[in-house]
């Protein structure tokens, strides 16, 4: 009986000892599946797409189609009709103007920063500056605020020739690098302040100011051209400004509208 007894007591301890391993086995499987779905999500959370797709990878075609997405969703659906102006916002490929920290968020309908405490503005708003500037193919084009080269690359899609003025060195430098690279050989980059302009290469068929001014600065109003346009964020700092559309007719009478509220960076001073 006793033996029995033992062998009965070894047969419970050899099957608790399995059930323990399998217990354990079960467990580790659990906790390999957890740490490596918590580890996929985390590396997924960085190639969310702009549009909220968060399988999606950030590849050149993703986000081709996340640019499609963001001119029909954000730009033509707000009423932007300029066809070429559709056409340069889809073609340009603005993931490549925003730094690898924020690259994400390139398509989304916001301001994205480029660093320098600086951003580059929302894909609406750079399109609908650029339709109101209404700027023809022989067109030469002053751009105050080069910043990440965006709205100058836009530009060059559209006119004969863009000069763009960043008074920050490095983010102008670097506008200038990623412009060459590629390939936008009508924009010119001067570091300097663009409230003085560029009057080597004025009077301007169109200009446009990328940052708020508390008003207009009169140098800028000088080397716009009889028959040519202005879009300018007039306003205090940090505010709400105005975005003014500044007309100059042929015998250079200056008509001011305000066009509707906006919120940009400072226009700085040296
Ligand atoms: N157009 C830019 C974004 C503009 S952000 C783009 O497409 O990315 C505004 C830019 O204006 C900033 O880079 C800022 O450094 C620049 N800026 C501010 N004051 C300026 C001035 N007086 N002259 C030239 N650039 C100025």
Known sequence: MQVISDAKVGFFSEEKISVKINYMVCITSCAVVIISGAILLMWNKNKVSAMGDTNSVLDESSFARQRKRMVEEQI??????????LEAMESVPRHVFIPEETRSYSYYDQPVPIGFGQ???????????TELLQAGSDDVVLEVGTGSGYQ?????????????????NDLGKEAQNRLKTLGYDNVEVMIGDGYKGWPEHAPFDAIIVTAAAEHIPQPLIDQLKPGGRMVIPVGRVYAVQDLMLITKDASSKVIKESIIPVRFVPLLRK
Do not use: N
Not at 119 to 129: L, N
């Open 76 to 85: 033509a659906y707000r009423g932007v009709k300029d066809k070429r102006v």
């Open 119 to 129: 951003t580059i503005s929302q894909p609406y708003i750079v399109a609908f500056m």
């Open 152 to 168: 100058a690359a836009i530009l060059a899609r559209l006119v004969k020739r863009v000069y763009t003025i960043e008074i920050v």
